[in-house]
């Protein structure tokens, strides 16, 4: 049986397609909606994209070492507008604002 749709999922699905063209680039703030350390990958929301979401791979976070995300993290992220069914939007940098820059 499969699981009820959250009220974020819902409002995606009733928003339709993004009206940016497949591949454009854009620059926003957003937080971390989750984070998965064993997969290396998570979700980034942001008031530019909504109600879609932002995907993220681990390889996309500017980080010395390890490169993970905290949810609830601020971060500045650098994205593109995709064709998955998933997400309609994907990270291609990602920056943490959250922590002290370091030189």
Do not use: N
């Amino acid at each position: 049986m499969p699981l009820p749709k959250r009220p974020d999922d819902l409002a995606s699905e009733s928003a339709g397609i993004p009206p940016e063209p497949i591949g454009t680039l854009a620059k926003t703030i957003g937080v971390v909606k989750y984070w998965r350390d064993d997969k290396g990958y998570g979700v980034l929301a942001s008031e530019a994209t909504a109600p879609w979401d932002i995907w993220c791979h681990f390889a996309q976070i500017d980080a010395p070492g390890y490169r993970s995300l905290v949810t609830g993290e601020q971060v500045a992220i650098v994205y593109r507008r995709a064709d998955q069914e998933s997400f309609r939007y994907v990270a291609v940098h990602v920056r943490r604002l959250d922590s002290p820059a370091t030189s």
